[in-house]
């Protein structure tokens, strides 16, 4: 079963550079259904690797969190559609929105919206140090570290706010997160209840996330924000750490984080390849791809040795009939034997004038309204086998109906030089076959 591990660093922060085995983490443990199985608060990563393997878990999936603080998000409009023309263009347009030189930041894309790409830009020197954090644990291996405010669900909200202690999470339906002392959100409600130029009236929908107790502590701070008269404020109790709501919404794809593991940090490296854990799966499927094989070509000889020896067979009983016949061989004997039946059914089979004459006859017998057909004239071509007939009638479809009888009995009759007269039509029926 696949798990995930979500480890989020607990303030005051360590100093990661000299003692970041000193950092504590609040940490849940996910399996594959979303289902939290175990959690921890304030503990040394060793005692996480070691409730990992007093549980025989290996190949954990690591998903780190660091302060959304870190990291600022930015939008970038790039007009390109290739990843390689964007990643070239992209410094150039977020430098304008980041305080710092932009090549002394590291820049991790989103995905697109319809406002641009999201960005988020963070120190190199800071990344190298967080990614450091997490990284080579034990039974677990690192697979994305995200801003932790950019894992807040935003369903049908315009916000959602997160009360974190004496810090409050931030993220917008838009993409954009970010992290601010609880005491500021009163200032950035007002902000949020002003109006666009454009709009008249608008409501934005925001949810706050918390517990019970720090929903209370701060009723003060909810009743003010609804009383701007434009947002909409709907809250939502938690149960346990926020951790565990960020958790459940990254897993159940209620928020679109943008990933840091970039670039330098990209975690697609030989040894942190997301394929390991299914190299044995792998290794199976090839043996048994190599055996299908092996099979396919064995049933390939087999089938060819059985047409060669009825190729033999079907040219041993050609050259009995046709053994004069030194072209033909077993490639193109199928194509020789349809040549010959094809001219044979062109040919058609020869009568002589009494059949052609008898079969004629039985036609006209057959005719409504024969008396009014006339034969004035009867020629017999023996080298062509053709009896040719010079008829009259009242009106052409007399002659077409026998025409037509004859044809229907296996004969091949044509009607030629047809005149029409006043008192009816006059042709010649050419008659061969039989």
């Known amino acids: 079963m696949s798990y995930r591990l979500y480890a989020r660093p607990v303030p005051p922060f360590a100093d990661l550079t000299t003692m970041p085995e000193a950092q504590l983490f609040n940490w849940v443990l996910l399996d594959a259904s979303g289902e939290a199985q175990a959690r921890g608060t304030e503990d040394l990563r060793t005692d996480i690797e070691r409730t990992l393997g007093q549980n025989a878990l290996e190949h954990v999936r690591l998903i780190g969190l660091i302060p959304g603080d870190e990291a600022l998000f930015c939008f970038a409009s790039i007009p390109a559609k290739q990843e390689r023309y964007i990643r070239q263009a992209l410094p150039f347009a977020v430098e304008e929105q980041l305080a710092q030189d932009v090549e002394s930041m590291h820049l991790a894309l989103g995905p697109r919206g319809p406002s641009g790409f999201q960005v988020a830009a963070i120190d190199h020197q800071r990344m190298g140090l ?123 794809h209620y928020c679109r984080p943008v990933n840091l593991c970039q670039g330098p940090w990209s975690l697609q490296r030989e040894g942190n390849s997301p394929l390991r854990q299914w190299r044995p799966a792998i290794a199976v499927a090839a043996l048994w791809l190599v055996l299908q094989l092996g099979i396919e070509a064995g049933l390939g000889f087999y089938h060819q040795d059985r047409a060669e020896e009825l190729n033999a067979q079907a040219m041993s009983i050609y050259r009995e009939a046709f053994p004069q016949d030194t072209r033909t061989h077993a490639g193109n004997v199928r194509n020789v034997l349809r040549g010959e039946l094809r001219v044979a059914q062109q040919q058609g089979p020869t009568a002589d004038f009494l059949s052609l004459m008898k079969q004629t006859g039985q036609q006209y017998s057959a005719l409504p309204g024969r008396n009014q057909v006339q034969f004035n004239s009867i020629n017999y071509s023996r080298s062509r086998g053709e009896l040719v007939v010079d008829l009259r009638a009242d009106d052409y479809n007399k002659l077409s109906a026998l025409r037509t009888g004859l044809n229907q009995r296996g004969l091949e009759a044509n009607i030629g030089s047809v005149v029409n007269e006043p008192s009816g039509a006059r042709g010649r029926l050419t008659i061969s076959g039989g």
């Not at 931030?170 to 666009?196: C, Y």
């Open 130 to 252: 967080w990614a450091a954090l997490f990284q080579g644990w034990e039974h677990a291996r690192l697979e994305a570290i995200y801003p932790d405010a950019g894992l807040l669900p935003v369903n049908e909200q315009d916000w959602s706010i997160c009360l974190d202690g004496s810090s409050a999470l931030l993220a917008s339906q838009r993409g954009e997160w970010l992290k601010m002392h609880v005491d500021n959100l009163a200032i950035f409600s007002q902000t949020l209840a002003l109006p666009p130029e454009e709009e008249v009236v608008a409501e934005v929908r925001v949810a706050i996330f918390g517990t019970e107790q720090a929903l209370r502590e701060h009723e003060g701070l909810i009743a003010g924000m609804k009383a701007s008269g434009r947002l909409t404020i709907g809250q939502q109790p938690l149960e346990l750490m926020p951790l565990e709501l960020l958790a459940h919404s990254h897993h159940s």
